[in-house]
């Protein structure tokens, strides 16, 4: 008849003590709310085990461990069943007796950590001038960052239920972080800015009309911040840039320079057409003037807004063919 029952009828250590007595060889499943699990036997000696909540290939002790825990649940021993990936042989005894040690310090634990899903945040301040901070401890607390769940916690470190917490309730008694039952709700923009020690955040009216009753319009750089020396406005730059100085050209010198008067362009026409130039048409001209060929003189000439006065472009090129020349 196969070995069965219930876990609050036959504690699960008087079931593993019977089997080692016996010298029983099978697979011992445990099914209960916190999931289940197995335990292979080989001659009474444990040869495997594994559990849901355990870490993957976690040891034996840990494996027992984590069954202890259930509250409610069955047990069956299935005789004969050998383990899919045997290990060491290991006598049921010693780790029972360090699974209860484990369990005996997680009922410490669960007093300052409740639960998986408790939120860990570090202290705004420590109580002492100073603390010692080992290797692990600052691994974990660089694990908690701003706030974390201790889930969390055992995902970023790799750890199992037991050393998770074990590590957070170590820091709380530490006095470096601090644990709520719940997680922490996501504070909205304007929450997190007044929750800063020392700082406000101002009511911005919703124009620049003066403020009711005083007289005075809001100015955004008002705001006091402790230990920084009041904000000064930074004078916004122009839209626009300024137009760019030409060089003096004595167009009249340049035209009775020339050959011809038919073949040079008159003098007060392309004064007339320089003077009436936008700021970015002067700029298109002052490149065209610098241009080493005629294919950079064109296109620095069509950077001129469509929407500038009509310029006499051929006008224009015969002046800067002339200056050129």
């Given amino acids: 008849m196969a070995l069965q029952g219930t876990l609050d009828t036959f504690a699960l250590p008087d079931v593993l003590r019977l089997l080692a007595s016996t010298k029983k060889t099978g697979r011992l499943l445990i099914t209960g709310d916190r999931g289940s699990g ?5 001659a009474g000696a444990v040869v495997g085990s594994e559990a849901t909540g355990s870490i993957p290939d976690a040891g034996a002790v840990d494996v027992l461990f984590e069954l202890l825990r259930y509250g409610d649940g069955s ?4 005789a004969g069943t050998t383990a ?30 409740p639960s998986m899903d408790a939120w860990v945040s570090l ?28 889930t969390g916690i055992a995902h970023t470190l790799r ?14 008694e530490l006095g470096v972080v601090k644990v709520r039952a719940t997680p922490m709700p996501a504070p909205k923009p304007a929450e997190a800015f007044a929750s800063l020690d020392g700082f406000a955040e101002p009511e911005t ?16 750089f008002s705001i006091e911040i402790p230990g920084v020396d009041s904000l000064v406005p930074i004078a916004a730059e122009p839209d626009t840039e300024p137009a760019p100085e030409f060089a003096a050209v004595d167009v009249v010198s340049v035209v009775e320079a020339g050959e011809s008067d038919e073949e040079l362009p008159d003098a007060d026409d392309v004064a007339q057409q320089l003077a009436s130039l936008s700021p970015k048409a002067a700029q298109a001209v002052a490149a065209a ?30 002046f800067l063919s002339s200056v050129k020349s």
């Fill in 38 to 42: 197995s335990v292979w036997v080989d």
């Fill in 75 to 78: 047990f069956t021993f299935e």
């Fill in 84 to 113: 899919p990936e045997p290990a060491g042989a290991r006598a049921v005894e010693p780790l029972l007796k360090d699974a209860e040690r484990q369990l005996s310090e997680w009922h410490e634990i669960e007093a300052v950590v």
């Fill in 123 to 150: 202290v705004a301040e420590l109580e002492g001038d100073d603390i010692l901070i080992t290797a692990d401890r600052w691994r974990t607390i660089v694990a908690i960052g701003s706030g974390t769940s201790v």
């Fill in 159 to 172: 750890l199992g239920e037991l050393d998770a917490c074990r590590y957070v309730k170590e820091l709380v």
């Fill in 205 to 220: 009216p919703a124009d620049d009309e003066a403020v009711a009753g005083s007289g005075a319009t809001w100015d955004p």
């Fill in 289 to 318: 003037a610098k241009a080493a060929t005629v294919e950079e003189r064109d296109a620095a000439l069509d950077e001129m807004d469509d929407d500038d006065e009509p310029v006499n472009r051929g006008l224009l090129l015969k």
